[in-house]
Nanobody, 118 residues
Framework: QVQLVESGGGLVQPGGSLRLSCAAS????????MGWYRQAPGKQRDLVAT???????NYADSVKGRFTISRDNAKNTVYLQMNSLAPEDTAVYYC????????????WGQGTQVTVSS
């Protein structure tokens, strides 16, 4: 089992910045992918960004150039730096940890609310 604890959400004005953190604990495997997904009210959960243990990253087109994902393997922690936030970024952000085979090893955090509003 893997436990994920998220922090860093909150209320921010348009154009502002937030940094999300997610710490993983438990049965961590060296080869894994961690990332962030988000779900707005009435919508499906969508990928925001992922980063693999080898450092390769993947971003949703809507956040490219504004969000940066990074990780500290020694701390089993993933970060999401969010800049130039817009109201459409408002959602619950979920941390994810997975490793092969994903159908067996796929874990989610409890979610943290990000609200972008003036």
């Amino acid at each position: 089992q893997v436990q994920l604890v998220e922090s860093g959400g909150g209320l921010v004005q348009p154009g502002g910045s937030l940094r999300l953190s997610c710490a993983a604990s438990g049965s961590i495997f060296n080869i894994n992918t961690m990332g962030w997904y988000r779900q707005a009210p009435g919508k499906q959960r969508d990928l925001v960004a992922t980063i693999s243990s080898d450092g390769s990253t993947n971003y949703a087109d809507s956040v490219k150039g504004r969000f940066t994902i990074s990780r500290d393997n020694a701390k089993n922690t993933v970060y999401l730096q969010m800049n130039s936030l817009a109201p459409e970024d408002t959602a619950v952000y979920y941390c994810n940890y997975n490793r092969p085979p994903r159908w067996l090893y796929d874990y989610w955090g409890q979610g943290t609310q990000v609200t972008v509003s003036s």
